[in-house]
């Protein structure tokens, strides 16, 4: 029997035969007839295609549906029991495509839908899934490491694919014709899957079952133990495939992840050492981004598992790590592990508790360096190691951070000023150090980059005006007593504090070294004069230094009585000066004077440097016979010195390193009653010697003459400080006018507010300014 069905593309001529009981042929296809045109010799060949009948297929009898379905469900069951199937498949499939010509499609689909869902219930649910839930159920229960419903489920899925895979080929038809245009239809393909996941995965045993199975290989994975990476690869690509993963197995996996690392924290983060804490949350985070790659998660699960790796191991543990062991780390200067720590805070976003830390951390160790009067004379050098040492963790560890870097300059402000003016005063005497005499082997790069760091503590220090006290007169010593390392050095050091502060700062130290070099021509016209030639002054070759009192320290009018030969050169000195200089006053300052004396000893020619004082004590025994000696009285009778100054002077002389004198009777302080001579043992080698570095020591008494300077002109400038507002202003409330005024003057140093109140009173007094009303201030032009 010849039936003509209609096809996809050019119309085809079916020929269809009955099956019969003993035939295994269902069907049987005939290709398209055709036709060939000949014409005569060199003619043209062509083809010629004859259309078939295009009218609909009458339809099937059921007996024809019935035989075809049992022909293809024995096939089934051949899938199903993955045996061979008895069937050829171009016949299998011939018979679908017949039956959808013939409008079957529907009742054919429904067939094949039943029974695989059958298969799904029956054998893979029923006899195998749920009978492995019985065992896992005997064997431990759900979370045991009996689970392995995982592998169970792996062996059916990918029977069930192989199986839907041949399913889908022997239905190819149906699948690409009917399926592909009925509405609220899928393909095979997605039905089966469809199928697997509500009878299998969506299944409350079985579901729960298999996701717990994947939790227990994920912990045992994390504990380092030995699990079936290609299963769980394969099961997590089965529940994407599915479209369960987001549903089921990520939320799960999440909050495992967090009770694990939750637990792991719990155990590690108090009694492991921090820099083995955090190298632990790094192995952690590397972990699980293995893992993740290992099994086939997918980013937003990686990314959140990452996530919860570093709230529970960081986030949540950020107070005791940084108690436990932030100090510690920057006292070992252990940038590696600063350097972990400032990376997983800022992940977590806590870089807040860190810079806090790092705050307290600089005020409490600056602290301890400035607070300590015993570590004075250390303090600067101290605080540059601390300062290189913070930024260098701030460069290494902590990137430049911005706020860590802040953080440093206002803790280091804070700490810096708690005690007032002596980080000021201690740091102009470092930077005497670098300039004095003694550091002339410096290179110059080393004393520009020593120069620089000072000036970085020093930007920090508000009592600047006690900075410029201690400074000056250390320079005028350097300056008035040739101790200076470099004249460019000097000069240099003048320039970055005239960048730093301003002409004003330096105003009067340019004018010390422009008295200098004005002294320099001046004794040049003065050793040309009338007033040196054919002089017997003894063999003195006079230096003086001429300076303004404008700019330099006030130093105190010592009496002393000098050899008459000395006298005789200052006093030429002093007519030749006040013939070039009319009007003027010239004073003498001895306490700065030095000498350069050749002295004549028992045991050899000596050339020694030293003060004028010494100069002075030492040229009285001259005249004194060997063995006899002077007294403290009769030294103090010829010299004319007070009791401290002689006191100092004889100990340099008689008691110190280099004792040129003796004293009896021996001991390390000079008394009245004390009688000196020329030490006849004197066994020095070196041939110039250096007895003046009492006039470089500062005293106590110094220090103080310094500082109550400092407080006296601290009075002139809060007074000019209140006329200068008072001139803007006009009028202004009092306590306007004090805020103001400690805030124009807070560089130069810390105002006591009794001082800015006693100051006003005293222009108030004057009349430069009047009260009105009790809390307001008027400006009298």
């Known amino acids: 029997m010849l039936q003509n069905f209609p096809s996809r593309g050019l119309p085809l001529s079916i020929e269809s035969t009955t099956v019969g009981k003993s035939s295994s042929r269902l069907l049987s296809a005939q290709r398209p007839k055709r036709q060939r045109q000949l014409s005569g010799p060199g003619s043209v060949r062509k083809l010629v295609l004859v259309p078939a009948n295009t009218t609909l297929p009458p339809p099937v009898s059921e007996k024809y549906f019935n035989t075809t379905w049992d022909a293809l469900n024995a096939a089934l069951v051949s899938i199903f029991q993955d045996a061979p199937i008895p069937t050829s498949c171009e016949l299998l499939y011939r018979g679908v495509e017949h039956l959808c010509r013939a409008e079957k499609s529907r009742a054919l689909w429904d067939n094949l839908k039943l029974r695989m869902k059958n298969h799904i219930i029956n054998d893979f649910l029923e006899h195998e899934l749920l009978s492995a839930a019985e065992v896992i159920a005997a064997s431990g229960g759900i979370t045991s490491k009996a689970n392995n419903m ?18 889908r080929n022997i239905f190819f038809f149906m699948d690409r014709s009917y399926l592909l245009t009925a509405p609220g239809e899928k393909s095979i393909w997605d039905t089966g899957l469809e199928l697997f996941r509500k009878c299998i995965i969506e299944n409350a045993v079985i579901g729960s079952h298999l996701m717990a199975s994947l939790i227990i290989y994920s912990g045992r994975n994390r504990l380092h133990e030995t699990v079936q990476v290609p299963l769980i690869s394969n099961i997590i690509r089965m529940i994407s495939t599915l479209g369960v993963y987001t549903s089921t197995f990520h939320p799960q996996f999440i909050a495992a992840t967090s009770e694990h690392y939750g637990a792991l924290a719990n155990l590690h983060v108090e009694s492991m050492a921090v820099p083995d804490y955090l190298k632990l949350v790094f192995e952690c985070l590397e972990f699980e981004n293995e893992q993740a790659t290992s099994f086939g998660l997918d980013r937003a699960t990686r990314n959140e598992a990452v996530a919860v790796v570093k709230n529970e191991l960081v986030r949540n543990e950020v107070e005791t790590i940084v108690d436990r062991g932030f100090d510690d780390l920057l006292n070992a200067d252990d940038i590696s592990s600063l350097s972990n720590m400032y990376g997983l805070f800022e992940q977590v976003d806590q870089g807040k508790i860190l810079i806090a830390a790092w705050s ?221 200089q009319t009007g003027r006053r010239l004073t003498w300052r001895h306490s700065l004077g030095h000498c350069v004396v050749k002295a004549d000893l028992p045991k050899g020619k000596k050339e020694l440097s030293m003060s004028l004082f010494q100069t002075v004590v030492l040229l009285l025994f001259n005249d004194v016979p060997d063995g006899k000696g002077l007294t403290y009285e009769e030294v103090k009778a010829a010299t004319s010195l007070d009791d401290r100054e002689l006191v100092r002077t004889l100990q340099s002389l008689a008691c110190g390193k280099i004792r040129v004198l003796s004293k009896d009777p021996k001991g390390k302080d000079v008394h009245p009653g004390d009688r000196f001579k020329v030490n006849l043992k004197f066994e020095e080698k070196a041939y110039r010697l250096r007895i003046n570095q009492i006039q470089l020591k500062e005293t106590p008494e110094e220090n103080k003459d310094t500082h109550d300077q400092v407080k006296r002109d601290r009075q002139y400038e809060i007074q000019a400080c209140v006329i200068r507002i008072m001139k803007s202003r006009k009028t202004i409330r009092h306590v306007e006018l004090i805020q103001q005024t400690i805030e124009q003057t807070k560089n130069r140093g810390t105002l006591d507010l009794g001082d800015i109140k006693k100051n006003i009173e005293k222009l108030i007094e004057k009349e430069y300014m009047e009260r009105q009303g009790g809390d307001t201030y008027v400006y009298l032009a």
């Open 150 to 167: 995982a592998d169970v489920v792996d062996g059916v899925w990918t029977r069930w694919t192989t199986q839907l895979g041949l399913i």
């Open 360 to 580: 307290e951390y600089i005020r409490r160790e600056g602290l301890k360096l400035v607070m300590e009067p015993s570590k004075d004379a250390v303090m600067v050098s101290s605080l540059l190691f601390f300062k290189a040492k913070l930024d260098s963790v701030l460069e290494k560890a902590f990137k430049n951070n911005d706020s860590f870097d802040n953080a440093m300059r206002e803790s280091f402000d804070l700490f810096i000023n708690k005690r007032q003016n002596v980080p000021a005063e201690m740091i102009a005497k470092y930077i005497d150090d670098i300039l004095r005499v003694g550091n002339k082997e410096m290179e110059d790069d080393e004393m520009k980059e020593r120069m620089d760091r000072v000036l970085v503590l020093f930007r920090f220090i508000q009592g600047k005006d006690v900075f410029e006290a201690f400074y000056k007169k250390d320079l005028a010593k350097r300056l008035l007593l040739n101790k200076s390392a470099s004249d460019d050095a000097e000069r240099s050091m003048l320039s970055r504090l005239k960048t730093e502060c301003g002409t004003g700062f330096t105003q009067k130290l340019e004018g010390m070294f422009k008295d200098i070099e004005l002294s320099k021509d001046f004794m040049n016209s003065f050793k040309n004069s009338k007033y040196v030639a054919n002089k017997n002054d003894g063999g003195i070759d006079l230096y003086v230094n001429a300076l303004s009192q404008a700019f330099w320290p006030s130093y105190p009018d010592v009496p002393l009585i000098l050899p008459p030969h000395m006298s005789e050169a200052l006093e030429n000195f002093k007519t030749f000066y006040l013939t070039k």
